[in-house]
């Protein structure tokens, strides 16, 4: 029965076929059957016959073919209530039917979604004339003054995906709402079932959709950031969606939400009557594809990282920076011009463990076991290459930080190369453990470790500004000081 139309009007028809002849029995020929008669037959058969339709119904995933089944049993349900037949479990059936109907739409949107996120380049649109940009408008009411405003060739803030996932939420909650039409329920109730119905698809069904694209392998940072702005504009267009779904069934528009367009983000709209459950999401998420983001990017941070090529014993510092911090540097501003549509905090937040990840990464160089000696030329060599990135923070690449915050990522490692570069032992022992030390930052331990290998850089002879036996002793002394200080901290 469930492999076509013809095979269950068949079934049907002769389930009614068999009550209307026996109604027509009983009202041409007195005696022979009466209507409790058939009223008993029918209470006996119902329960069968639901059963039967249900189990057959649940292996049906043409959505087409569900829909033409409602009708022959609207039309069933209706030619038996004529007789005066109870068809309260034909109205149960019909609705656990639509339940079905839309689980099975829920799988076809499940693949749609992903074929939009598969297709979708993660660049934002960009239109060259105001037949594009209406394109995306007509689909997606989005309004920003400020981008109307601007000339031709412009971009909106989006890619293809927020207009594409917008449309095929709307067409959804359209095939939800075929189903239930005609069905002997109030107009509130359709609205709930759509709006019910809809939630599970953004909350459940998108959201998976979203959950595995932003942890997709080989996604890229840029498309990671397009992501998070994509979901920002989706969230925003939660109250459209209510207002629509309002509208759907058949609520005048006064009734319903006032917001006509979406505005550029940060900007607050009127909010629909309905109780749509995306934002939420949406924000959920969002919250994991920052976290991807910041991954990302100390991900990529550490590419430029690795190429690092310090020679330790260098005799003199090459007067410039190094190219992989230039790399890096350049990479940085690129990265961060990108970040403009994303809320200020996260872009704020990306900066920052930038900054902290360079500084702890660049401080690692020196400590590592496998660099066992150093000479001053090389320290200085890595203070040229921490100026830079210190000028990069003091640029504020991205608003909404305190002033000098991102600097003071870098302070840390500053001190220590200036204790070293200055040789300004005196300052720092005479000083140590005051709140306005000029070296506060510059633990002992850590001091002690770059000493340890100097000296073993000074039997290379690496020295020239005091003799070495000179240089030897005074490094040996700032040693063990450091050590005492080391042990009476741990004492």
């Not at 089944?69 to 005066?84: E, H, P, R």
């Amino acid at each position: 029965m469930h492999e076509s139309l013809a095979s269950f009007r068949t079934y049907v028809q002769a389930v009614l076929g068999f009550f209307v002849v026996e109604e027509t029995l009983a009202h041409t020929a007195p005696g022979l059957v009466d209507k409790p008669y058939l009223l008993s037959v029918w209470h006996m058969a119902v329960g069968k016959i639901v059963n039967n339709i249900r189990n057959q119904a649940s292996y049906i995933t043409d959505t087409n073919l569900m829909l033409d089944i409602k009708q022959v049993l609207m039309l069933f349900a209706c030619t038996l209530q004529s007789y005066g037949y109870p068809v309260t479990c034909i109205h149960e059936l019909l609705l656990e039917i639509k339940d079905h109907y839309n689980e099975v739409l829920m799988s076809t949107w499940l693949q749609l979604f992903r074929e939009i996120f598969e297709d979708d380049n993660y660049h934002p649109i960009k239109v060259s004339d105001l037949g594009e940009y209406n394109n995306i408008t007509v689909v997606f009411p989005y309004h920003d003054p400020a981008l109307e405003a601007q000339p031709f060739p412009k971009q909106f803030p989006f890619s293809l995906m927020v207009p594409k996932v917008y449309r095929e939420v709307k067409n959804f909650a359209s095939a939800c709402l075929d189903f239930s039409h005609d069905l002997p329920i109030n107009e509130s109730t359709k609205e709930d079932m759509v709006r019910r119905s809809t939630n599970l698809l953004l909350t459940r069904t998108l959201s998976g959709c979203l959950a595995s694209l932003i942890k997709k392998p080989g996604l890229g940072l840029l498309q990671l950031i397009q992501i998070t702005i994509n979901t920002l504009h989706l969230e925003e267009a939660n109250s459209l969606l209510e207002s629509y779904v309002a509208r759907l069934v058949g609520k005048s528009s006064s009734k319903s939400s006032s917001v006509v367009v979406l505005g550029s983000l940060g900007t607050k709209a009127p909010l629909a009557l309905g109780n749509l459950q995306a934002k939420a999401m949406f924000k959920d998420i969002r919250g994991e594809a920052e976290e991807q983001i910041y991954a990302a990017l100390l991900r990529k941070l550490d590419e430029f990282l690795e190429l690092a090529n310090y020679d330790w014993m260098l005799l003199e510092p090459y007067g410039h920076s190094s190219s992989f911090v230039a790399d890096l540097i350049a990479f940085l501003n690129s990265t961060f011009s990108s970040f403009t549509n994303l809320p200020v905090r996260v872009a704020g937040t990306a900066c920052m463990s930038a900054c902290q990840h360079i500084a702890r990464s660049l401080m690692a160089l020196p400590l590592a076991d496998s660099v066992k000696q150093l000479s001053l030329p090389a320290l200085d060599q890595l203070s040229l290459d921490v100026l830079q990135c210190e000028q990069f923070a003091a640029g504020e690449p991205v608003p909404g930080l305190e002033e000098g915050a991102l600097v003071m990522c870098f302070a840390d490692l500053r001190q220590l190369l200036d204790l070293f570069l200055s040789e300004d032992w005196s300052v720092y022992f005479n000083e140590y453990g005051r709140s306005d030390a000029k070296f506060l930052r510059v633990s002992p331990a850590t001091a002690a470790i770059l000493v340890e290998k100097l000296l073993e850089g000074e039997k290379r002879g690496v020295f020239s500004r005091l003799k070495r036996s000179d240089k030897k002793k005074l490094l040996e002394t700032v040693l063990k000081q450091l050590r005492q200080i080391s042990q009476a901290q741990h004492a």
